[in-house]
């Protein structure tokens, strides 16, 4: 049982990091990212599907994203989907493709947008550290009740701190990556 609290809190806080990653990605620095657009929902025959079900989505230059669509007849819908999110980019539309120049950020913004990673990096430990608890609380209910010895109960509590301390530095990791990201361009 000691074995099976063990490893659902470790594939939770694994989830977690991984969703902190997902956050983090789309946050908008000045380079081209295709994961960038993967907010983007685009209206396709009555269903709000991602743009990346329904096109190819690649970065040709460093500063601009091209979307191909499998669908031509879609273009104007993902033209529509893309100046209707919060992404602040102006498709340009050839009747074939659609190109997406990507602005360069401000230092306001560039520290605005290190703001914003920060919040959801704290947000990634703040969950880790929630999981670690509810986890402790369980073993401690399981000493309580007899069905696990004191020494038991003391390693897995130093394992879920390992997974803890390890999962809480990837995550301090992926925020200096993405802070580095966005202030050198």
Do not use: W
Request: hydrophobic letters at 35%; charged letters at 35%.
């Amino acid at each position: 049982m000691s074995h099976e609290i063990v490893k659902a809190t470790h594939e939770k806080m694994t989830k977690s990091v991984a969703f902190t990653r997902e956050e983090m990605s789309h946050i908008r620095t000045g380079k081209a990212s295709p994961a960038l657009l993967d907010v983007v929902k685009v209206d396709y025959y009555g269903n709000h599907v991602p743009l990346k079900q329904i096109a190819t989505i690649t970065a040709p230059e460093p500063r601009t994203l091209q979307i191909q669509p499998f669908d031509k007849s879609s273009l104007h819908a993902i033209e529509k989907a893309i100046m209707a999110s919060d992404l602040g980019l102006m498709p340009q539309n050839d009747g074939r493709i659609i190109r997406l120049p990507i602005p360069v950020l401000t230092t306001n913004r560039r520290e605005e947008l290190v703001k914003v990673v920060r919040k959801f990096a704290e947000d990634g430990r703040i969950s880790i550290r929630n999981l670690r608890r509810d986890a402790n609380e369980h073993v401690k209910k399981l000493e309580k009740s007899r069905e696990i010895s004191e020494d038991e109960s003391k390693i897995i509590l130093d394992q879920i701190q390992k997974d803890t301390d390890h999962h809480i530095t990837e995550i301090d990791h992926l925020l200096r990556a993405r802070e580095a990201d966005i202030r050198d361009e």
